[in-house]
Each structure stands twice: as C-alpha cells, then as structure tokens.
C-alpha cells in the first residue's frame, strides 16, 4: 500500500509529537542498529529514509516495537523516559501499518500501555498537588513510605502537625536527639515506636495519646481524611483544648495574653511564633524530662550587611534560634562559628542551605524578605557583632 498524502501527514505528526532530543543519548548504549537509525531520520527530518527503513525491517518491527515496551516498562524509568521510548514505539508501529499494511495489534498495545501510563501520572499529579495542599503549613508532612502496606490495612499515609507539637515543645526537645532533621533519615518504623522510640518517646501514654493502642491509629494516619482538614486550615486550634494539653504535657498555655485568644498570623496566614512568645502566650517544654533547657541560649546579635541597593540588613537574633534550638543544629556544619566565616545567599536557601535549613520547611518562608531584611544602621543594639558583604554577604 502506497502512503497517502494524509497518511504521511499523519506519519509527521506523529514524529513530531516525540518529545525533546536530549532524550536521544541516554538511550544509545542500550539501542539497536534500527532504533539508532529511526531516530537518525527523526532528527534529520529524513521522511524517504525512514519510509525505506520500515520497509526493510519489516519482519523486525515487532521485536524492535516490543523490546522499547520492555525497556519503558523497566521500574527504574521515570515517567518522561517511558513516554519516550512509548512514543517511539508507537511511531514505529503506526509507520508499520502505513507502510507494509501490518495489522494493528502492535498499535494498540502500545496506545493501551500509553493510557494506562498517562492516568497514573495524572493520579500521581494529583496526589503531589494534595500533598502541597497539606504541607504547605510550615512543618507539616507526609510519611507515606509504605503507602501499599497501610492502605492493605485499611489505613492512611500518616499527616505529622509540627504546628501543634510546636505549641507545646520547643524543637531542640525531638531535634535532634530523636530525630535527624532530614527528610527521610530517620526510617520511622511501628516497631521502633512500639519500643518507646521516636514517635514513641512522647507516645507512650504519659505524656501523650499511646501510639501502641490501636484504637489510636486514626489520630495519626489521616491524610488525605476529612479528620486532617483542621491540621492544614489551623482550626484544630481551641484556647480551651490547648490550655488542657499544656497543662498535661507540663508547658504553659495562655490564651488570654493574645488579643482575641486567638493565634498570631503573619501575612502569610501562618503562625507567628516570635509573637507568641513576646507575648508571653506560651512556654514549651525545652526537654523530654521536664527540666529547663538553657544551655545555649545566648542574648548574641548580629549584623548582616545585605550588599542588595533595595533591602535592609538582617538582624539576627541569637537568642530567638537558642531558644528554639541546639547549638549543635546549626554549628559547625550548617554555619561555622566565626564571625565572617559563612556567606549567606538567598539562592541558595531553597537548596536547604544556610537560613534554608529551617526557613521554608518548619520555619516562616524566607520569600518573606522583609521579616529579616528589616534593620537599619541605626538603633543597634549594645554589644551587636557586623558581619561585613566583603566577609559574609547577604544577596539576591
């Protein structure tokens, strides 16, 4: 069968529709003579050429069509590279039915891999999009490690409110003597919980809800529930309910020092915890066996010079970050502890590196410039250490 003025336009269309040429490389270690010369007349627009190729190989294309199947469909491949080497496949096989009039088996089982691929990219889409939706409370995540073994139990991913056990516990209390604050480092496990580690320090049925009652495995493994709404929208939050969990853990809630009894909220409508504790509204337990934690904590300010013509400097503030955490979060590794000795870039920030490490993970986001960048020359306080943009300079 001659090809006809339709068909080989869509022939062309087809080919076009294949995605970027950069894609060509990672496969040629893994390509056969065929595929390397079909992706040859692709990018060189070379229509005559692969006419005659398809011809040619005509008692080869299932092989070639099956082999791209089986390589898309290896785990490893990502989405982008199964699309591929899936719509390579399907070229190859719809010139095969043009060219040397084949049935169209080949066809449809490349177009029913590509479907099936397509709806559980657009699924997995979906649930990252829900999963922004709920963590996008400073702290807030997801653990969803073994998503196939809870739903076979009939339960959900777990959602973690680092809001609401941040009321109650300052962070160097978990972090990072229970937990390594990295995603993903610590392998939490129902196990280890179980053997009063981890979640299970806490859990055990002193100082909160036990973790081991199974009654209590919904209070946890909610996400993506009607139950986890308030933890995302903050309307988990009563005075009343926090001042009886203060008063039950051992931390101090006062609802009565914030105007209305309600939280304070930057512009982003997330906590403003430096205003709590200003106010005085709370006092979180600074360790596990109720004692007092200062060590550390340290009246300390200094100066970032911003080299930035439109942004103040940055006062930072020792104390705020002692409070909170151990020294050891931030030195050595994070910041070295000499005046000078680090260059902090706004850049580099959304790496997780320097103010990064907390600042738009459990922190207020560091796109909220002006919550730093706020300090003139002026008005310093006694004793303020500079650092200078010629030493450790903030900049855009």
């Known amino acids: 069968m001659r090809p006809t003025i339709s068909s080989i336009g869509k022939i062309a269309l087809i080919i076009t529709l294949l995605v970027d040429v950069w894609h060509i490389s990672y496969l040629k270690a893994e390509e056969s003579q065929f595929r390397r010369q079909f992706i040859e007349n692709y990018t060189t627009n070379s229509l005559m050429a692969q006419s005659m190729l398809i011809k040619q190989n005509k008692d080869k294309i299932a092989d070639e069509v099956n082999s791209l199947i089986t390589e898309a469909m290896m785990p490893e491949k990502s989405y982008q590279d199964r699309m591929y080497l899936l719509d390579i496949a399907n070229a190859v096989a719809t010139m095969n039915i043009h060219w040397n009039n084949a049935g169209e088996e080949l066809l449809k089982k490349v177009e029913g891999l590509q479907k099936e691929e397509f709806a559980k990219e657009k699924k997995r889409t979906e649930e990252l999009e829900k999963l922004k939706e709920t963590e996008k409370v400073p702290g807030n995540f997801i653990i969803a490690a073994h998503k196939e073994e809870l739903a076979a139990k009939g339960l959900s991913p777990v959602i973690y409110?680092?809001?609401?056990?941040?009321?109650?516990?300052?962070?160097?209390?978990?972090?990072?003597?229970?937990?390594?604050?990295?995603?993903?480092?610590?392998?939490?496990?129902?196990?280890?919980?179980?053997?009063?580690?981890?979640?299970?320090?806490?859990?055990?049925?002193?100082?909160?809800?036990?973790?081991?009652?199974?009654?209590?495995?919904?209070?946890?493994?909610?996400?993506?529930?009607?139950?986890?709404?308030?933890?995302?929208?903050?309307?988990?939050?009563?005075?009343?309910?926090?001042?009886?969990?203060?008063?039950?853990?051992?931390?101090?809630?006062?609802p009565e020092n914030m105007p209305g009894g309600k939280l304070p909220l930057d512009k982003l409508g997330f906590i403003n915890w430096v205003e709590l504790d200003k106010a005085k509204a709370f006092n979180p337990r600074t360790t596990i066996n109720g004692s007092q934690d200062t060590e550390g904590v340290r009246e300390t300010y200094?100066?970032?010079?911003?080299?930035?013509?439109?942004?103040?400097?940055?006062?930072?503030?020792?104390?705020?970050?002692?409070?909170?955490?151990?020294?050891?979060?931030?030195?050595?590794?994070?910041?070295?502890?000499?005046?000078?000795?680090?260059?902090?870039?706004?850049?580099?920030?959304?790496?997780?590196?320097?103010?990064?490490?907390?600042?738009?993970k459990v922190a207020f986001t560091y796109s909220d410039c002006l919550r730093c960048h706020n300090q003139t020359k002026e008005n310093l306080p006694e004793g303020v250490l500079i650092n200078h943009p010629a030493t450790s300079a903030t900049s855009q």
């Open 302 to 360: 200094i100066l970032f010079e911003t080299s930035s013509t439109f942004l103040k400097n940055v006062l930072f503030s020792h104390k705020i970050h002692s409070t909170w955490v151990k020294c050891s979060l931030c030195h050595p590794n994070t910041f070295k502890p000499e005046l000078g000795a680090n260059r902090v870039k706004m850049i580099e920030m959304k790496d997780g590196k320097s103010c990064g490490r907390c600042h738009g």
């Open 161 to 254: 409110p680092h809001w609401v056990h941040r009321s109650f516990f300052r962070c160097k209390v978990c972090h990072e003597d229970i937990f390594i604050m990295k995603r993903g480092a610590n392998e939490i496990s129902q196990t280890k919980i179980q053997e009063g580690k981890q979640c299970g320090t806490c859990h055990n049925g002193a100082i909160s809800f036990n973790a081991n009652a199974q009654e209590n495995c919904v209070r946890c493994h909610s996400a993506g529930k009607p139950e986890a709404t308030p933890l995302i929208d903050l309307s988990y939050y009563n005075p009343n309910k926090f001042k009886e969990i203060a008063s039950r853990v051992s931390s101090e809630w006062k």
